[in-house]
């Protein structure tokens, strides 16, 4: 069984189905269970899951933020022009309105974040197969 695998994918908050809906901003396989999407509420909230070596694109949050708090196996955080973070069950993270980011799974173990988000995405390019397997596990 690969790294964390069974902890992220019977989690407390369950993986979800496959994230058709936001394929083409990933590399590789991630699923989304939505927790909370009321229009009534200004902010999003869903358990995103990474199967190992699964990355969103670099993108931007307008007009909002992002909140992860990681709830299982490991991963990376990284804004542009600056070291990548590695992260673990616990760790939290802000990106503030307007900060390009990407975060996702290291090469060999499943990752899992509850994403509260709020603002307009703006996705951009896939963070490439050299700058991922640049970062050190």
Not at 6 to 18: A, D, L, Q, R, T
Not at 46 to 52: A, K, L, Q, S, W
Not at 100 to 118: C, L, N, P, Q, R
């Amino acid at each position: 069984m690969t790294n964390n695998e069974n902890s992220v994918k019977n989690g407390i908050f369950g993986m979800g189905e496959k994230n058709e809906a936001y394929a083409r901003y990933f590399v590789g396989q991630s699923y989304l269970n939505s927790l909370i999407s009321d229009p009534e509420v200004s902010v999003g909230v869903g358990n995103v899951t990474f199967e190992p070596g699964c990355r969103n694109n670099w993108h931007i949050h307008h007009d909002g933020f992002q909140l992860l708090l990681v709830t299982g196996g490991e991963g990376w955080y990284q804004e542009a022009g600056k070291a990548a973070r590695k992260l673990h069950p616990g760790d939290v993270v802000v990106t503030h309105d307007g900060v390009k980011h990407w975060h996702g799974a290291i090469k060999d173990s499943w990752f899992a974040h509850i994403a509260i988000t709020a603002g307009t995405p703006e996705w951009l390019e896939p963070v490439s197969d050299e700058q991922y397997n640049a970062l050190e596990d």
